[in-house]
């Protein structure tokens, strides 16, 4: 990865300098290292990217297959000022914003999971983990963002979700350093969109990129499954779902397609 091919694509109009973009040959987990500068006092905005993670975190405790090669792994760490529950949508903004760059880039097809997982065809593409720190002066979001670039098949195994990556999906010839540039540039620029409006402004975009509204869907969360039809997502990201017992507003959890998909566990 070359830091200047990256500066090169960045767009020097998106409200907040990324002061440094760090890059590591191998590192347990760019959230991992991200969270360790915070609290060791390092401020500003900045970003972290791996060519390979030993220990790369997934949602739910999961493990995030991160082999030389295989993906981009990537966290950008930003200062906000906002309170951390006006914070929870913030990461459909991410899949949204992580959706249109790869589409920018000549990906086509490409769907949204709730809460935010970009697929094709169903199969997971990328992954994003939002990791929240506090310090006495401000409130740090870490954007973890992983993208499948090259997944040799020895993971397809190990993975025991239906997954894809980038080579499988395009003909161009993609550099790495200008899908993180182009990723950053929209996720940069819809994040100052939030800070002044809100999720609203992007309610309608993830209503028509969600590949499961109208759909039967269960919701897993640390305590309950939910089980109804998915009416997408209500003005501050909540999951709506159609139950048995009436519409409910999800806010925590992660949609599972099929109750069989449920019960088959996942391993990213
Ligand atoms: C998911 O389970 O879908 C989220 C996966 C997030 C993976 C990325 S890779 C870069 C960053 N560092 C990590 O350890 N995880 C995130």
């Not at 991200?34 to 790369?56: H, P």
């Not at 995030?64 to 792994?73: F, L, N, P, R, V």
């Not at 697929?119 to 994003?128: D, P, Q, T, W, Y």
């Not at 993180?180 to 620029?189: Q, R, T």
Request: aromatic share 6%; with cysteine; charged share 20%.
């Amino acid at each position: 990865m070359n830091r200047e091919l990256i500066e090169k694509h960045l767009s020097p109009d998106f409200g907040v300098d990324i002061g440094e973009i760090l890059l590591f040959e191998e590192i347990d987990s760019t959230n991992a290292e991200s969270l360790r500068l915070i609290r060791s006092g390092k401020r500003g905005n900045w970003v972290v990217l791996a060519q390979s993670q030993s220990a790369g975190r997934g949602r739910s405790g999961r493990h995030w297959y991160s082999h030389k090669g295989a993906g981009i792994y990537l966290s950008l760490v930003r200062q906000f000022t906002m309170k951390a529950n006006a914070l929870q949508s913030l990461s459909l903004v991410t899949a949204i914003s992580l959706h249109s760059a790869l589409i920018t880039l000549g990906v086509k097809n490409l769907q949204l999971k709730w809460p935010n997982d970009v697929l094709h065809e169903k199969r997971k593409l990328a992954g994003i983990l939002l990791e929240l720190q506090n310090t006495s002066s401000a409130l740090y979001i870490v954007f973890g963002i992983g993208i499948n670039l090259a997944l040799p098949a020895q993971a397809r195994h190990e993975i025991d979700r239906p997954v894809t990556d980038l080579n499988s999906l395009t003909e161009n010839q993609l550099h790495a350093e200008e899908i993180v540039a182009v990723l950053l540039n929209k996720l940069l620029s819809n994040v100052a969109v939030f800070e002044s409006r809100g999720f609203s402004s992007f309610q309608d975009e993830w209503n028509r990129l969600d590949c499961y509204v109208g759909h039967d869907i269960v919701i897993q969360n640390s305590s309950e499954r939910i089980i109804g039809k998915s009416l997408g997502v209500d003005q501050s990201g909540a999951q709506l779902i159609q139950t048995a017992g009436g519409r409910q507003a999800v806010i925590g959890g992660e949609i599972i397609p099929s109750l069989r998909e449920y019960s088959e566990g996942s391993a990213t």
